[in-house]
């Protein structure tokens, strides 16, 4: 009886020594072994559940009926393919172990966008929401944007070029290099597949990433493939472990053009975990003209709603949770081998925001999360009822007024502003955005002659010839922003008197580096003319 084990186990059979009772006890396991992990648990008659435990806490024992299971790398989370047969015993099972949190079946979502309809113009949405503006910020240079979805269109150098490079892996070795649990994943994952090429084969993913580069045209996308093969949903187990990817590999933004009919546990602890990591998570708001999808509806992600002109679009939701409102009908888009398509939907109201996220950091990457999200509520333009309200939240995405809020700049009284008396002191004002680090404040003028003059922090002007540029004010946090006037009644310096000045054309500049010297944001100038 060797083969079965355990030395008591023999004695007693040699103490019984009975023939039949053996026989009978090898069969009874023999159908046992048949019956337990052979019949109810074929591959194709599983299901998958998410297994949340708790901090530290391990998984004992693994209940009878598991097939397969797998951490998520990162997290605490475990994912497993149980026999469908047991899944309700499993499912009791887990639930009564101590270092579980919580159980739930992984379920299906789906992407947010549904074909452009006929009859319907183009949306000129770069225009609507002044792209142009948006780019001004910054065009996103080195900024990591992971793009949760159905890939992207990789055999297209358009994407391809744009494509996040995992500098810690080494392709093609067939060894996690950099220890992150995927072996070969150079240029992100697979998690429907389970691969290492996120080849979009739907379009969605590549549709909405065009929208991304539309306005942040130097960003890093980290394609992260949820979806099997061509398919228009998703299991919300490859959707955490996409997110969890994504916070492995640094993603700033992280692009949800999804929704999900059901809270989830596990997906809000990964979403949770992105938000603690600092990632600034976007979220649509979902295509039924209903309440506000998940995971759109959870604190940590800005919701964004569709838009058809200055009106929300007939199926985008509403209520407390929606945040931002972008475009969202008829929007063009770049699909599957560079065709040129149409959609609608909040997946590319969505993409919108993600991809002024990504132009902010890319003007001031020491900007956190929170004040990114701020800067975009308050660039916001008011719709409907005055301040924010449920149909529109916080308003629509506007690039110019984003950009007043978000960049330093110079206002004088009007643009361009002409003096034609000398008599009148000029009133400036300058506005200098959250900084989130130590940052220097330059000001300077450049005269008719073509001097650069600046602006020192007591008041006086320096030809920048003789003395080197010195900023007029350095900013701590958290006294990270300034608005006022500069000069003129209530100014910080005595009336600037253009008396005595040559007349000509003067164009007033403002800068802002962090303290490796590296600018934060454009050089805004502002224009005067005097006569
Ligand atoms: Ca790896
Ligand atoms: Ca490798
Ligand atoms: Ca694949
Ligand atoms: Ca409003």
């Known amino acids: 009886m060797g083969r079965f084990g355990a030395g008591a186990s023999d004695d007693i059979w040699n103490e019984s020594g009975c023939v039949v009772m053996k026989v009978t006890v090898i069969l009874f396991m023999v159908v046992f072994i048949f019956w337990g992990y052979v019949v109810p648990c074929q591959a194709q008659k599983t299901v998958e559940i998410l297994v949340v435990l708790n901090p530290e806490a391990v998984l004992r024992p693994i209940p009878r009926g598991v097939i397969s299971l797998h951490r998520i790398p990162g997290s605490r989370i475990v994912r497993m393919d149980v026999s469908k047969d047991c899944i309700e015993e499993v499912i009791r099972e887990l639930k009564e172990q101590k270092g579980v949190q919580s159980v739930e079946r992984s379920r ?20 609507e929401i002044d792209g142009e503006e948006i780019e001004r910020l910054s065009p996103g240079t080195g900024v990591v944007v992971a793009v949760i979805d159905t890939g992207i269109d990789l055999q297209d150098s358009e994407f391809s070029s744009r494509a996040f490079v995992n500098s810690g892996e080494i392709a093609g070795d067939v060894i996690d290099n950099d220890g992150n649990g ?22 969605h993913g590549t549709e909405v990433t065009s929208v991304i580069l539309s306005l942040a045209p130097d960003c890093r996308v980290l394609p992260i493939k949820i979806n099997q093969g061509a398919s228009d949903t998703f299991s919300t187990a490859d959707l955490v472990e996409g997110i969890y990817y994504a916070i492995s590999l640094g ?10 009919d059901k809270d989830s546990e596990a997906v809000s602890l990964a979403i949770r975990a992105a938000y603690d990591a600092g990632a600034i998570v976007v979220g649509a708001a979902g295509n ?33 949770e ?4 972008a475009p969202g009908v008829a929007i063009q888009l770049i699909s599957l081998g560079g065709v040129e398509v149409h959609a609608s939907g909040t997946s590319f109201s969505c993409a919108m925001v993600s991809g002024t996220a990504v132009d ?21 333009r008011d719709l409907g009822d005055p301040g924010r309200d ?14 007043n809020v978000s960049a330093p700049h ?4 009007s643009r361009p502003f002409y003096i034609f008396s000398r008599d009148i002191p000029i009133s400036v004002s300058i506005h200098i955005p959250p900084t989130d680090t130590p940052s220097a404040v330059y000001i300077g003028v450049l005269s008719p002659d073509n001097t650069l003059w600046w602006l020192d922090g007591s008041g006086n002007w320096h030809d920048s010839d003789q003395d080197p540029l010195s900023p007029i004010a350095w900013l701590k946090p958290p006294s990270e922003s300034i608005d006022g006037v500069l000069f003129g009644k209530n100014g910080v310096f005595e009336a600037f008197n253009p008396a005595g000045l040559p007349s000509g054309f003067y164009q007033w500049g403002i800068a802002m580096t962090d303290e490796e010297q590296r600018l934060l944001g454009p050089v805004t100038w502002a224009y005067m003319l005097l006569f």
């Open 390 to 403: 449920d149909i529109y939240g916080e308003g629509a995405l506007d690039g110019r007024i984003l950009f």
């Open 251 to 260: 993603a700033r933004v992280i692009n949800l053009s999804l929704t999900v």
């Open 360 to 380: 902010l950091l890319g003007m001031n990457p020491h900007l956190k999360n929170a004040t990114v999200r701020s800067l975009l509520d308050s660039g916001a």
């Open 182 to 203: 995927y072996v070969d994943d150079w240029r992100g994952w697979d998690m429907g597949d389970d691969d290492n090429d996120p080849q979009d084969e739907n379009g």
């Open 410 to 413: 110079i206002t004088l009284p």
């Open 322 to 325: 929606m945040e931002l409102m």
């Open 108 to 127: 299906t979502g789906r992407f947010e966008s549904s074909p452009g309809l006929e009859g319907l113009e183009d949306s000129d949405w770069y225009k």
């Open 288 to 320: 039924d003209p209903g309440l506000v999808e998940f995971p759109g509806s959870m604190d940590e992600v800005i919701a964004v709603g569709g838009l058809y002109g200055d009106s929300p679009a007939w199926f985008s939701p509403h209520g407390p």
